[in-house]
């Protein structure tokens, strides 16, 4: 009885080094992880909060419908179109928390299109969540081809920007970064990380 | 048989080390009658908003008022591990429902609810390795990492998150960092005013030189607490010097952040750093969470 006992006490001591452990190492194993995977410091437990703008705030989602012409040659001008849609969005407020689309006007520029009450949903919010928070392709596909069924473009091709407000205070400018990913018939691709910094 | 040896001597070099962590961060021990008080905060904000999802004023169910009462008694009786288990069962299912979406501070709480569920009872082999010192040194921990996150993202390097933050001025945090400035700058006889930006565009900003330098010292005055702050809680000569900083560091991370809710948990963990006058401490802090309400 006494050595069960004992036992019984080890075993407590035991479990509690183990999870005063898991909390003393998770956050710096958190920290790399976040790096290699790309989700938000903000999210599981590693006191990475405030460490980076909130994605929901300072992230915005920018679909562009790629013309037929330009979606059936390979890799996408993916800078090129980035950099246009940099000029264009010289208006924050136009700008929506949501998702921005953009379609191909009949000069060939870039035209943004308006997409009314896509984000009351609550599936394509979650989609949106997994999507700024994860950087999660699967959640990113299903509103990739949400939009694409609204907006009646069914068989296209979309490039996507995940673009996030930068600042350089030494050289008193702002500009954005983006993570680009091109989904055609095939798998998503990331394309990499750009930015109109001059 | 080597590695299982090696193994071995590498844990028990950790649980030494642990130990010697314990030892410097926690001199003075958690009394078990302070504990007792720690156990019935958390008992207090882990179940009031799920009792009083209203708020506590504006639900007075009986109810809720008897299941609470029943909780707190079972808190601060000899059974108080099932009311821990209960409330851990609370808070699982708190951060489960909510995953992977969960607040830190949940995870938090959840692991000082298991680190006090799981405390062997004292004796000579357990005397530091204790349940309210484990959360201390967790609660210095997550001062720490912030920190180290700051510094590894990269956005606080240059003043860049605080300045988003004010000049975008749509979150609680970004009105008040303005605020600051303009007070900073009329201090200074300095152009107040700050470029408004919102996500995203590319342009020049227009930020003075003072601007600049004003978020940038911010930022790293934020970096250098969260760092040295909890670092200077391991030694005898600045120790009571830290902690009186960390609780007016922990309030204006409150104010700024409007993290309210967090601010309890850390000023109830803080205070476990406090071991004289808790009879009166945590019955102002409890009586204050209940009053301010953060989740009503």
């Not at chain 2, 408004?196 to 978020?215: I, K, N, P, T």
């Not at chain 2, 900083?245 to 991370?253: E, K, N, R």
């Not at chain 2, 808790?278 to 309400?293: F, S």
Request: hydrophobic fraction near 50%.
């Amino acid at each position: 009885m006494g050595l069960r006992w004992r036992r019984s006490k080890q075993a407590q001591a035991k479990a509690l080094v183990v999870i005063a452990s898991w909390a003393l190492w998770w956050p710096p194993l958190h920290l790399i992880a976040a790096k290699c995977w790309g989700f938000s410091t903000w999210r599981f437990f590693g006191w990475g909060m405030y460490a980076n703008p909130d994605p929901e705030s300072q992230t915005r989602l920018r679909l562009v419908i790629l013309p037929a012409t330009i979606a059936g040659e390979g890799k996408p001008p993916y800078q090129q179109l980035f950099s246009e849609l940099s000029k264009l969005s010289t208006k924050p407020e136009d700008e929506s928390w949501c998702v921005n689309l953009f379609v191909p006007g009949p000069s060939g520029a870039l035209q943004r299109q308006e997409v009314a009450n896509f984000c009351q949903s609550p599936e394509i919010n979650r989609h949106l969540d997994y999507t700024l928070h994860f950087s999660s392709q699967k959640h990113l596909r299903s509103l990739v081809d949400a939009i694409k069924k609204q907006s009646e473009q069914h068989g296209a091709s979309v490039l996507v920007y995940l673009t996030h407000q930068r600042l350089d205070l030494g050289r008193n400018i702002a500009y954005t970064e983006s993570e680009a990913y091109f989904f055609d018939q095939q798998r998503p691709r990331y394309l990499g990380r750009i930015n109109d910094e001059p | 048989m080597l590695v299982a040896r090696r193994n071995s001597s590498l844990w028990s070099w950790w649980q030494n080390f642990l130990q010697s962590l314990l030892v410097h961060s926690s001199p003075e021990g958690v009394s078990p009658g302070l504990l007792v008080f720690f156990r019935v905060f958390l008992t207090v904000k882990i179940l009031s908003p799920e009792l009083f999802p209203q708020g506590w004023l504006a639900t007075p169910a009986v109810a809720s008022l008897g299941v609470l009462s029943v909780m707190l008694l079972l808190t601060v009786s000899r059974w108080y591990r099932l009311a821990l288990a209960l409330v851990a069962g609370v808070s699982g299912y708190e951060a489960y429902s909510s995953w992977p979406f969960t607040i830190n501070h949940g995870g938090l709480e959840f692991i000082a609810l298991m680190l006090l569920l799981l405390e062997p009872p004292p004796s000579s082999e357990t005397q530091v390795l204790r349940a309210g010192t484990l959360i201390k040194l967790l609660m210095i921990s997550v001062w720490f990492y912030s920190g180290m996150h700051k510094i590894c993202d990269g956005y606080y390097l240059h003043g860049e998150f605080f300045a988003l933050e004010a000049l975008g001025q749509d979150t609680g945090m970004g009105k008040k960092l303005a605020a600051l400035w303009q007070f900073a700058a009329g201090l200074l006889h300095e152009n107040t005013s700050l470029p408004l930006l919102a996500c995203c565009s590319a342009r020049q900003l227009g930020v003075s030189v003072a601007g600049a330098a004003f978020f940038i010292g911010l930022s790293w005055a934020t970096i250098l607490a969260e760092l040295l702050l909890p670092l200077a809680l391991f030694f005898h000569r600045t120790r009571y010097l830290a902690l009186a900083a960390l609780f007016v560091f922990q309030g204006m991370i409150a104010y700024f952040s409007g993290e309210i809710d967090f601010a309890f948990t850390a000023y109830a963990i803080l205070l476990l750093f406090v071991p004289v006058l808790y009879r009166w401490t945590y019955p102002v802090l409890i009586a204050a969470y209940l009053w301010v309400c953060p989740w009503g």
